[in-house]
């Protein structure tokens, strides 16, 4: 089990100092706080300088947006990381899109210092020729917005200047459940708009999705409203029963049942509305152990580990469908193809593109489980197959209804073998790996010794 060790907070008359941060004890990488109270306190002036160091020292890594302002006219800034002498992956495809906020609650110190500590690793790990930051960044989009709350933060309270729980202001069935301070109306507040907004404009379709929290050592995923699993289910379980065998036993549970009933949160939000696998991180709340010092990338180091993972493994997030092998006959169509991610998808076709680029045929629906294999036999009695014309899946990233809908075009040079029924076998690659090529030579050796 473990042992949560409070912060460092030596509560002197004079002479405070900050509390050191992930990998250096220098004042430049220190956790730019001062203790007050019972925590260590980041003001958004701090936070400000801070990220604007950042950005100023590693304009190859990290740019600087102002995703819009506080009630008091605060910028509510966000840290993007990536290797951005790249647009894309080396291969090509897409990078991935990680999003992290913190501080919704002004007075949740270890959630926002969590959120800091996230920015700061990868940042510093760059710098450092740390091989797994620099294959995250070269692989990855990783955007945190550090402090959403800081006229909370400022004042050192749960609120907004609004007196609003900024974490129940979200339009997903807002003010549905007990709740207090929910404010006027679903994204009443200009902190929750902006967050809103930045989802919508620069993360769209992110494959992950952290809000962090202090509270109770746990980690949350949807739903807040209902004790029933989220359609994404597997998915969840699955990352969960990897960080316990792997990582940290922090409990993972659907919100409802680990927490309270809770609406109008940006994780379910995040979720229902956006269709991101998302994640509530809360710290534990003892935050001041007297007479203790203890640096974040210590105090913090477990939940780093478990937020290193969740980024490293990234690509695994949704379904990702690789096609082994399709087979066309005279009324159907039979498709081999392996699910490589970690989410399922429903509603998934097959698609024949003719050579005019236009769809001239959509098969009927098929499903496709987490990390499974599926043959499905697809109803063909309309489709007229012809070598010139190339082939593409469209399907659901995850289960969600919100969840994004992908095109895949499969990049095949086709062997088309003909057997004693004039149906045909194709087998290629774009998605196949080497091991699905070797194993299509196999099988078009056999078919032509079986033909002499």
Excluded at 279 to 295: C, K, L, R, W, Y
Excluded at 430 to 447: D, R, Y
Aim: charged fraction near 20%; hydrophobic fraction near 40%; aromatic fraction near 10%.
């Amino acid at each position: 089990m473990r042992v949560a060790v409070g912060l460092v907070l030596c509560l002197l008359l004079t002479g405070l100092t900050p509390i050191a941060s992930a990998s250096s004890e220098s004042d430049e990488e220190a956790w730019p706080g001062e203790p007050i109270d019972n925590h260590v306190h980041m003001t958004w002036a701090a936070l400000t300088m801070e990220v604007k160091e950042w950005a100023d020292d590693n304009p190859d890594i990290v740019t600087l947006i102002d995703a819009g302002k506080s009630e008091l006219g605060k910028s509510l800034w966000v840290v993007q990381i990536s290797d951005w002498s790249m647009e894309t992956k080396a291969n090509g495809k897409a990078k991935e899109i990680v999003y992290i906020d913190g501080g919704h609650h002004g007075n949740e110190y270890l959630g926002t210092a969590l959120a800091w500590l996230s920015a700061q690793w990868y940042i510093e790990g760059w710098n450092e020729g740390n091989q797994e930051a620099v294959d995250a960044l070269q692989n990855t989009e990783i955007h945190v917005l550090i402090m959403l709350n800081p006229d909370g933060n400022d004042i050192d309270t749960r609120w907004n200047i609004n007196q609003v729980d900024l974490n129940r202001n979200y339009d997903h069935y807002w003010n549905t459940c007990p709740t207090t301070q929910p404010g006027s109306a679903a994204f009443s507040e200009s902190e929750t708009a902006a967050n809103s907004q930045y989802m919508n404009d620069y993360v769209s379709d992110a494959d992950l999705y952290v809000t962090m929290h202090t509270g109770v050592w746990i980690m949350l995923y949807p739903w807040g409203k209902w004790a029933s699993q989220p359609s994404d289910w597997e998915l969840f379980y699955d990352i969960r029963e990897d960080v316990h065998a792997n990582i940290s036993d922090i409990p993972i549970q659907n919100a409802n049942q680990g927490l309270y009933p809770n609406c109008g949160t940006s994780r379910d939000y995040g979720y229902g509305v956006m269709g991101f696998p998302t994640f509530t991180f809360e710290t534990d709340d003892e935050q001041f152990v007297p007479g203790s010092i203890e640096a974040l990338n210590e105090r913090l180091g477990e939940e780093m580990d478990v937020m290193r993972y969740l980024i490293t493994n990234v690509w695994y997030w949704r379904a990702r469908l690789d096609v082994q092998s399709i087979q066309v006959s005279d009324d159907k169509v039979t498709i081999d193809v392996d699910n490589l991610g970690h989410a399922s998808t429903t509603n998934a076709s097959l698609q024949y593109v003719d050579s005019s680029g236009q769809v001239a045929w959509t098969s009927s629906l098929f499903s496709v489980n987490a990390s499974n294999s599926t043959i499905a036999s697809l109803d063909a009695s309309n489709f007229s197959y012809s070598k010139d014309g190339t082939w593409q899946l469209y399907y659901q990233k995850r289960v969600i209804d919100a969840s994004k809908w992908v095109t895949e075009p499969l990049e095949i040079n086709a062997t088309l073998v003909e057997d004693d029924d004039d149906s045909s076998f194709l087998i290629g690659y774009g998605l196949f790996s080497p091991t699905t090529i070797l194993a299509g030579l196999a099988v078009i050796s056999l078919m032509r010794k079986e033909e002499e």
